[in-house]
């Protein structure tokens, strides 16, 4: 059975950075296309990143130049980096796994609240 744990979260201040972690449990990471998603209160889920082998990453506009994707397969991990945080960055933070051979094999993480705040 595979899981998706993500941490990291937390309060932060505008301007300030957080990195989300989400670890593969019962899998390997390099068979996945990897999503990070978000929903803000009262909003419906964006679709923030999506990282496809080792060096493909889109992101959404609102977070280009601002938000990095790193990997280490050895450590199934995948790390959203997050940088210059806004207020309307502040969601609950999901990582998403879609197995490349399989693509209606689809895992998620439990999700992960991120505040930005002063």
């Known amino acids: 059975q595979v899981q998706l744990v993500e941490s990291g979260g937390g309060l932060v201040e505008p301007g300030g950075s957080l990195t989300l972690s989400c670890v593969v449990f019962?899998?390997?990471?390099?068979?996945?296309?990897i999503g990070w998603f978000r929903r803000a209160p009262g909003k419906e889920r964006e679709k923030v990143s999506c990282?496809?082998?080792?060096?493909?990453?889109l992101f959404t506009d609102s977070v280009k130049g601002r938000f990095t994707i790193s990997r280490d397969n050895a450590k199934n991990t995948i790390d959203l980096q997050m940088n210059s945080l806004k207020p309307d960055d502040t969601a609950v933070y999901y990582c998403?796994?879609?197995?490349?051979?399989?693509?209606?094999?689809?895992?998620w993480g439990q999700g992960i609240q991120v505040t930005v705040s002063s």
């Open positions: 990282t496809v082998g080792d060096d493909t990453t």
């Open positions: 998403k796994a879609t197995r490349y051979r399989s693509p209606s094999d689809v895992y």
């Open positions: 019962g899998g390997t990471l390099d068979t996945y296309a």
